[in-house]
């Protein structure tokens, strides 16, 4: 089948026209075809303002967050968890929480967990990053973080959207053929020989 009787094809299930042999159920399947078609058109500019709002917000986070935390050395004051070995995969790369102190900005010395790369050993230097209170907290977002969840949020909506609608769609077609099917059994039996 080539390209234009697929399109021509598309045409006439979206539009049955004045076509003595399409039922009711043609035009509802028609209709539900051209509203599916339009909730998902229609779908992309609202995944855009959302996705948009979550990079503003995320983008005002990592801003906040860049200019209120920094990056200090500390050295463990204990091993780092041992190294986990993961059935196929082999020996795990994480992090586990190990205690070490380190210097805030204004000279005071702090003692407490901080996340260590399994297997390293007391004494180590490892970085950390503190917010102004001198505890240490996670690295600060990117606006590349902010970039990427915005993207992120709004194709996923966009993409669940879609599916919903299409399954919908789905769905009023299945329940179309099932009374498609009941009429022309009634028409069948109605001219069937006894």
Same mark, same amino acid.
């Given at each position: 089948m080539n390209?234009?009787?697929?399109?021509?094809?598309? %045409?006439?299930?979206?539009?049955?026209g @004045?076509?003595?042999?399409?039922? +009711?159920?043609?035009?509802?399947?028609?209709?539900?075809?051209?509203l599916?078609?339009v909730?998902?058109?229609v779908?992309?500019?609202?995944?855009?303002?959302?996705?948009?709002?979550?990079?503003? *917000?995320?983008?005002?986070q990592?801003?906040?967050?860049?200019?209120? @935390?920094? +990056?200090v !050395?500390?050295?463990?004051? !204990?091993d780092?968890?041992?190294?986990?070995?993961?059935?196929? *995969?082999?020996?795990?790369?994480d992090?586990?929480?190990?205690?070490?102190?380190?210097?805030?900005?204004?000279? *005071?010395?702090?003692?407490?967990?901080?996340?260590a790369?399994?297997?390293?050993?007391?004494?180590?230097?490892?970085?950390?990053?503190?917010? !102004?209170?001198?505890?240490?907290?996670?690295?600060p977002?990117?606006?590349l973080?902010?970039r990427?969840?915005?993207?992120?949020?709004?194709?996923?909506? %966009?993409?669940?959207f879609?599916?919903?609608?299409?399954?919908?769609?789905?769905?009023?077609?299945?329940?179309l053929?099932?009374?498609?099917?009941a009429?022309?059994?009634?028409?069948?039996? !109605?001219?069937a020989?006894?």
């Amino acid at each position: 089948m080539n390209t234009s009787s697929h399109w021509s094809r598309a %045409w006439r299930l979206v539009r049955p026209g @004045r076509n003595p042999l399409a039922r +009711r159920e043609d035009r509802v399947e028609a209709f539900t075809v051209v509203l599916a078609i339009v909730l998902v058109i229609v779908a992309l500019p609202v995944a855009a303002a959302v996705a948009s709002g979550v990079f503003a *917000a995320r983008s005002e986070q990592a801003a906040t967050e860049q200019a209120t @935390r920094y +990056r200090v !050395e500390a050295t463990l004051l !204990e091993d780092g968890a041992p190294i986990a070995i993961g059935g196929r *995969a082999g020996a795990v790369q994480d992090t586990s929480p190990a205690e070490a102190t380190w210097v805030t900005r204004d000279g *005071a010395t702090r003692v407490g967990d901080v996340q260590a790369t399994r297997g390293t050993l007391a004494g180590t230097k490892v970085p950390v990053w503190l917010d !102004e209170a001198g505890n240490a907290v996670d690295a600060p977002t990117t606006a590349l973080d902010a970039r990427l969840l915005g993207v992120g949020t709004g194709v996923g909506l %966009w993409l669940a959207f879609t599916v919903v609608v299409l399954a919908g769609q789905r769905c009023g077609q299945f329940l179309l053929d099932r009374a498609r099917w009941a009429r022309w059994q009634e028409e069948w039996r !109605e001219f069937a020989p006894h």
